[in-house]
């Protein structure tokens, strides 16, 4: 079965970092595009990364600010957070492209739990 688990959301002051981490396992990891959610309260894609990590995009409010990476070795995905705003409150899902060796207009299936990031003085 398909697991995605995310770590590393907590709370912080505004102008502040964070890096979430998400652990994969039961999937060809490196055949797949991954994303990052967030929700609050609609979802949205906030940044994608090919399977190979040569591409990557971002949400326009995030773009400059946020930073997605992955590690096909460790089958982790990490989403680097800095300059975080209050508007960046949400919990923040990892996900799965749907359908292998497609990213650009990807769907996604298979979510985590989530990890809640907070920023608030």
Known sequence: Q???VESGGGLVQPGGSLTLSCRASGFSFSSYAMGWFRQDP???LVASISAFGG???YEPSVKGRFTISRDN???M???QMNDLKPEDTAVYYCAKARDAATWYSAKYDDWGQGTQVSVSS
Do not use: G, I, P, W
Request: net charge neutral.
């Open 42 to 44: 609609e979802r949205e």
């Open 2 to 4: 398909v697991q995605l």
């Open 55 to 57: 591409s990557t995009d």
């Open 77 to 79: 995905v990490y989403l």
């Open 73 to 75: 070795a460790k089958k």
